[in-house]
C-alpha cells in the first residue's frame, strides 16, 4: 500500500524557517513526481510546489517562489520542502501528494504555523 508520511511541522515565528519531510513507502518512489499542498483552515487546497521524479525540474506556487525550496532523496524515499521566510499565511497543514495513473495519494499532513 502507498504510504506518505509527513513530518516536521511546528510553530515557527514569522521570518523563521521549517523543513518538512515526507517519507514514502509501498510504490517505485524514483519513478513518481511529487507534490507538496497545503490547506488552511477554511480554505481549499493549494499546490506549493512539485518535484520531478528526478529532481531536476520543480515549479512553485507564485505564493512561496523564491521562499521554498523541494528537494527529493530517491535512495532514502523522501521529499523534503525546506521553508524560509516564512509569513502568518503560511499557516496551514502541508501534505505531500502523489499522482498515480491518476489516482491521487495524500499523507497525513503536518501542521505548520507561524506566529509571534
Known amino acids: 500500500d502507498v504510504q506518505l508520511q509527513a513530518s516536521g511541522g511546528g510553530l515557527v515565528q514569522p521570518g523563521g524557517s521549517l523543513r518538512l519531510s515526507c517519507a514514502a513507502s509501498?510504490?517505485?518512489?524514483?519513478?513518481?513526481?511529487m507534490s507538496w499542498v497545503r490547506q488552511a483552515p477554511g480554505k481549499g487546497p493549494e499546490r506549493v510546489s512539485t518535484?520531478?521524479?528526478?529532481?531536476?525540474?520543480?515549479t512553485y506556487a507564485d505564493s512561496v517562489k523564491g521562499r521554498f525550496t523541494i528537494s527529493r532523496d530517491n535512495a532514502k524515499n523522501t521529499v523534503y520542502l525546506q521553508m524560509y521566510s516564512l509569513k502568518p499565511e503560511d499557516s496551514a497543514v502541508y501534505y505531500c501528494?502523489?499522482?498515480?495513473?491518476?489516482?491521487?495519494?495524500w499523507g497525513q499532513g503536518t501542521l505548520v504555523t507561524v506566529s509571534s
Open positions: 501528494k502523489l499522482v498515480i495513473f491518476g489516482r491521487e495519494y
Open positions: 518535484i520531478s521524479n528526478g529532481g531536476l525540474s520543480t
Open positions: 509501498g510504490f517505485t518512489f524514483s519513478s513518481y513526481a
